[in-house]
């Protein structure tokens, strides 16, 4: 279901666990290629994690050693492991050697911190960065093989959103999320791990407002999700809205309909301000509330500490460093909230992005494809029928065939199915009955890339691609050398044209060939097929009107490209019509006439008509407009 | 500038929503304040022997300064934000009522995706945004005004060693963003490339697969795609510095209090309660002073999205109504162009040049010609869509520029050449032009329109939804309906732009005999490329290239054998052979 524009909304209502898990396990399998430095990063945010509460820790070793020293508690743990390596480098001696080593062992955390902090956080995203590179080129590389209808029913901008916004929407949780992640818990265990070796009975305590903290949040998500997704139902109505009218703008002029419909905008605009109203009355509520929580946590430590420090059970040191500790507390458990909604978004990318690489290529090669390394160019169609969608025949029962170095030229209205002939030639559509034989062998037969190698194609709408001519001419094809296009573009007498500009052959096309005429273009197409050297020629001719000199320059070009090769031609021009081999007269769908031009003129029949509507007669206008 | 000062309008309006908000936001700072002072009570409390009923009530203390300092904060962020919110939807509404005023030359240069992004993401960029920075940073000063005297109290000179890394940050930050920003251009810059080689190569699909480049466009896009990537993975490297150093920064702050501060404990200067009360002040302060420099660094992003919202705001639209309007009460329908010539913007080629003819009420023109032969503009410019470059339109006897708007727009039924209907109803849509009309005059326009017959075929009958989450209608369903919709106000002229293209010539022929009667009194102006649509019009004019080269009726222009017989002759040999 590719082409469903907005169903976000309703995505996110299917997103249940078991799925989203799914599309994780998925996600996860691009970061594999790279999970040493998933597993380095991991372990440098491991380490990272105590660091970042050596403050607490540290202040409680200043206390209990140098400011405010118990005599009745001699230190232990790892508050007298600090004492013996202070006595060891000498400065245990008195209190501001002792704050000169505190002071010191601090600074080091920090630079140890950041230093690490650095290192994972870049190992992480550069892995992250890398497997989006590889997602992305996967994306493009399954575009080059998707079926060509899939381009038919989804318009371009649409495609280009998968290869832009959802692969970007994946950014952040392969870069820093999921290290953030695991990183976040990790500095709550190691938190509660150290509140457990200090004191348990605080600990617990402090345990206590973890849980209510993370119970918050659990509960926070459940209230918040149904206003949130009304807000953004309610920003997409209204984008909705604005883009409809920008688009009838016209209409709404025409029909002074501007009162009105400013009305029904502020109605909307306002719904959509009240629905991020309440929105806001729920999301301004987590961070007073969680810091509300860890405030009463420390309030809490601060009566039940105190009173075993005026009992004596802990010291003074170890009640600050549980006030520390718990409010460090606060940090992750924000900074996981924070990330909720960016997973949720990636998963609804993802879902997307899957859903591409899901749709099948274009065509399965066949099991054992028939050897054919270069084509001779016999084309045989053999009562083909064919559709676009269900029963509605484009072509009926067609059979024809072209010998080797033949000419043939199809002759119809628009809409007979002559361009249909040429796409199911190269097999971009899989034809419901009938057979298409190349030198005998069916085409099903023949492996795509390979059947298609064989053929050179001039559409009348040339694509060009940014670059210089050259690179237009011969494409990605390295194999053909410089000289080669030169000589390509010397036969469709293009080189004069080339060699008058700046930069030669090396001159670049600007977007979409803006700078060429469309006879040039063309002539750059003629170019491309001599190039290229391939044994059968497909051409359809432009109708629009060019200027004599260039007509008689494409006439040239046309008779050039054709000789020594089958030749198709969809014909728009007497010249060419007159100097093929057999005409081929198709109408809704049928081969209706068929023999040369005299024949076919001599029979007036429907070519004898058709000949006189495309070909005939316009020598009135001129006159007229004098 | 200008564009400041006009957000700052918007801002007035809220003020005194803003100003209560700031008012909580410093007494949120405030009761914030008092907690570390009641740990320092606590503290030295503890350190020199405390009643446990003083105990308790410290902590109840700190349990109201919290539950205070919560509910300040959840009132400053209603406020603020709301506040912010309103603005938004203000600046929204004045940004669509100003696109209604502009001509639809304005929305043929800008692409409406362009637009849309100005109307979404610059705007929310524009309010939320710069607004945020600005509270933000204000938030940050507050609670420096409010805690670095609390802070000197205790020592100033502490104090100033804490300070001196903190503000070292804030400098490095704002130096470092601006030099970021670069790479986030270049970065850009080479996303674009990466995405204009998609877009190529995605539209010339056929010709890749034709000439079998797959492989080496895959290629060639990973090529750019690597740039993209290792411009990215430099960034990273860089960009990543910021924050660690930041820590780092942070840490040094605390490493002087320890170290310093430790000295003033132990040789009695300052309490163990004091030195704790002053670590945690500055765990207040240390974050947002980092934050306070990467803000103020990207406001000049802000700066670029204002403008581009104000740059649209700031347009004065082209046509307006007239400074003097006429006062005339209605229309007869007599149309008028005398010498009118139009050539659009950016170009030297006129799309309609020195045209002139006249038509009398009632009457019905037929314009013919090729696509691009001019015949859409010159119905544009009757409604005044599109101003004439020289010339004068003139409907009874009066230039249309001095007829006021309203009353010109409503004389005249138009059906565009592209059909435009919205997601509504059917009876909504044709009712569009008078939603006060009766469901028997949408039936009446509809059948004349020769859509009766269809629309009692859908189940909801007038009630059905049109759109993407309605009914698809064929491309003859939408154009019906919208002759439908240009005929219910009985306007005395009527405009149809090629208006039954899609319509296959047996329903055409029976639709203009129904609209043949009804235009009787009304003066029509039909263009097509069909000439059966206009066989028997009063008067035909023949365009080509902008210019009127032949005009007269269907057997006067048969019989002069130019163009018109040409395409005439032409027409039927096609109608003839698609019907073999």
């Known amino acids: 279901m590719i082409d469903e524009d907005n169903n976000e909304e309703g995505l996110e209502e299917g997103l249940d666990k078991v799925y989203d898990r799914r599309l994780i396990a998925r996600l996860l399998k691009y970061l594999f290629p790279y999970k040493w430095s998933v597993i380095a990063a991991l372990v440098l945010s491991i380490i990272d994690a105590p660091l970042a509460i050596a403050g607490p820790l540290l202040t409680k070793a200043a206390i209990d050693l140098f400011l405010l020293p118990d005599p009745s508690r001699p230190p232990a743990g790892y508050v007298l492991w600090l004492k013996q390596s202070a006595d060891l480098v000498g400065l245990g001696g008195s209190k501001s050697q002792g704050f000169i080593f505190i002071a010191a062992l601090f600074l080091l955390c920090n630079v140890v911190q950041s230093a690490t902090q650095y290192l994972h956080v870049v190992i992480a995203e550069s892995a992250g960065q890398k497997a989006i590179y590889n997602l992305r080129q996967e994306i493009f590389s399954h575009l080059q093989k998707v079926p060509i209808q899939f381009y038919d029913r989804t318009p371009v901008g649409r495609i280009m959103t998968y290869i832009t916004n959802d692969v970007d929407g994946l950014a952040e949780i392969f870069s820093s999320g999921l290290i953030a992640f695991l990183s976040n818990i990790a500095v709550a265990l190691y938190i509660v791990g150290c509140m457990l070796r200090i004191d348990w009975s605080l600990a617990l305590m402090s345990c206590a407002t973890l849980l209510a903290m993370t119970g918050f949040a659990a509960w926070f998500r459940t209230i918040a999700r149904p206003v949130s997704r009304s807000f953004r139902e309610h920003v997409s109505a209204m984008n909705g809205f604005l883009k409809e ?60 500490g105190g009173s075993q420090v005026m009992r004596g059970i802990i010291s003074l ?151 210089d001519i050259t690179s237009n001419v011969r494409l990605g094809d390295q194999s053909i050398s410089e000289e080669r296009v030169r000589t390509a573009a010397r036969a469709v007498h293009l080189d004069e044209f080339i060699t008058s500009l700046d930069r030669g052959y090396h001159s670049e096309v600007l977007e979409r060939g803006a700078g060429l005429s469309v006879g040039q273009k063309q002539l750059v197409g003629f170019a491309r097929a001599l190039a290229f050297d391939r044994p059968i020629l497909v051409l359809d001719e432009a109708t629009s009107s060019i200027d004599s000199r260039t007509e008689s320059q494409i006439r040239n070009a046309i008779q050039k490209t054709m000789v020594g090769r089958t030749a198709l031609v969809i014909a728009h021009r007497l010249s060419t019509i007159q100097s093929v081999d057999k005409i081929l007269v198709i109408h809704k769908g049928e081969i209706r006439e068929c023999g040369n031009h005299q024949s076919l003129i001599a029979q007036q029949g429907l070519y004898w008509r058709l000949y006189r509507l495309q070909f005939g007669g316009k020598p009135v206008r001129d006159a007229e407009i004098a | 500038m200008v564009s400041i000062r006009r957000l700052l309008t918007y801002v007035a309006r809220y003020k005194a929503m803003l100003a209560w908000g700031i008012l909580c936001l410093i007494a949120a700072n405030l009761s914030k304040a008092v907690v570390p002072w009641i740990l320092e009570q606590t503290v030295d409390g503890l350190a020199h022997g405390i009643a446990y009923p003083l105990l308790l009530r410290l902590s109840v203390m700190i349990i109201a300064a919290a539950l205070l300092q919560a509910g300040f904060v959840f009132a400053e962020e209603r406020l603020l934000t709301g506040a912010e919110m309103a603005i938004e939807r203000d600046m929204k509404n004045d940004f669509y009522a100003h696109l209604q005023k502009l001509p639809l030359g304005f929305f043929r240069e800008n692409r409406t995706g362009e637009l849309m992004a100005r109307a979404s993401n610059d705007m929310s960029i524009a309010v939320s945004t710069s607004l945020g920075i600005c509270l933000n940073s204000l938030n940050t000063v507050v609670a420096l005004i409010v805690i670095l005297p609390l802070m000197v109290r205790l020592s100033w000179r502490l104090t100033a060693l804490a300070f001196a890394p903190l503000l070292l940050a804030t400098i490095a930050t704002m130096v470092f963003q601006e030099r970021m920003r670069s790479w986030f251009e270049k970065i850009q810059e080479s996303f674009a490339e990466i995405c204009a080689r998609a877009q190529e190569v995605l539209e010339g699909v056929r010709t890749v697969r034709t000439y079998t480049q797959e492989r080496a466009e895959i290629e060639a896009f990973g090529q750019i795609h690597r740039q993209y990537l290792s411009h990215n993975l430099r960034r990273n490297r860089l960009a990543n510095m910021i924050y660690p150093a930041m820590q780092l920064f942070v840490g040094l702050s605390f490493v002087a209090v320890l170290w310093y501060g430790g000295n003033l404990t132990a040789s009695r200067n300052l309490s163990l309660g004091q030195f704790l009360e002053f670590m945690v002040y500055l765990g207040y302060v240390a974050w947002p002073m980092h934050e306070l420099g990467s803000e103020l660094a990207s406001f000049q992003q802000v700066a670029v999205s204002i403008d581009r919202v104000d740059s649209i705001l700031s347009l004065q639209p082209a046509i307006r109504d007239p400074v003097t309007p006429l006062a005339i009460q209605a229309i007869q329908g007599s149309i008028e162009f005398r010498n009118v010539t139009y050539t659009p913007k950016g170009t030297n080629r006129p799309t309609l040049a020195a045209v002139s003819f006249h038509v009398n009420p009632g009457q019905t023109v037929g314009l013919v010609g090729e696509v691009g032969s001019g015949k859409s503009t010159l119905m544009d410019l009757i409604p005044r869509f599109l101003e004439p470059c020289s010339g004068a339109v003139l409907i009874d006897g009066y230039p249309v520029r001095e007829i006021p708007l309203q009353l010109l727009r409503s004389a005249i039924g138009y059906v565009p050449q592209e059909t435009f209907l919205f997601s509504d109803t059917i009876a909504a849509n044709i009712a569009f032009g008078n939603p006060e009309a009766a469901q ?13 017959p269809d629309i009692a075929a859908f189940p909801n009958g007038y009630q059905t939804m049109i ?109 003839n052979l698609a019907a073999s």
């Not at chain 1, 978004?345 to 993802?350: D, G, P, T, V």
């Not at chain 1, 016999?378 to 033949?406: C, M």
């Not at chain 2, 939408?478 to 319509?503: C, E, G, M, N, T």
């Open chain 1, 245 to 304: 009218h920008l688009t009838g703008m016209q209409v709404i002029q025409s029909f002074n309909r501007e009162a009105e419909e400013l009305r029904r905008f502020k109605h909307v605009n306002d719904a959509r301000l009240r629905a991020g109203m309440a929105a806001l009355l729920r999301s301004a509520l987590f961070h007073p509330t969680i810091a509300a929580i860890a405030s009463i946590g420390i309030a809490l430590v601060l009566c039940f």
């Open chain 1, 317 to 467: 040191g170890t009640l600050v460093a549980f006030i520390q500790l718990a409010q460090s507390f606060y940090d992750p458990i924000a900074d996981l909230h924070s990330r909720y909604p960016v997973l949720q978004s990636a998963l609804i990318s993802s879902e997307r992005i899957f859903s591409l690489l899901d749709q099948p290529v274009a065509i399965t090669p066949t099991e054992n494809p028939a050897p054919l390394a270069t084509a001779h160019g016999r084309i045989e169609f053999r009562n083909v029928w064919f559709a676009y969608h269900a029963d509605d025949w484009i072509l009926k029962d067609v059979s024809f065939t072209v010998e080797l170095g033949q000419k043939v030229a199809f002759v119809g209205l628009t809409g007979a199915g002559k361009t249909t002939i040429t796409n199911l030639l190269l097999r971009f559509y899989e034809i419901q009955r009938g057979r298409i034989l190349l030198d005998g062998v069916d085409i099903r037969q023949i492996d795509p890339v390979q059947l298609r190698s064989n053929f050179a194609l001039v559409l009348q709408d040339i694509v060009l691609f940014s670059g």
């Open chain 2, 440 to 452: 028997a005059e949408i039936e009446q326009a509809a059948i004349t329109a020769g859509m009766g």
């Open chain 2, 467 to 575: 759109g993407e989450r309605g009914a698809t209608l064929s491309g003859g369903q939408k154009q019906r309906i919208s002759i439908a919709r240009a005929i219910l106000p009985r306007s005395p002229i009527l405009l149809l732009d090629d208006a039954l293209s899609s319509v296959d010539s047996y329903t055409e022929e029976k639709i203009l005999a129904r609209l043949r009667h009804l235009r009787q009194g009304k003066t029509c102006l039909i263009s097509s490329q069909r000439i059966s649509t206009l066989r028997d019009a009063d008067l035909i004019l023949v365009l080509h290239d902008g210019r009127i080269i032949a005009r007269g009726t269907h057997h006067e222009l048969l019989a002069r054998r130019g163009m018109y017989a040409e395409m005439y002759e032409t027409q039927l040999l096609e109608e």
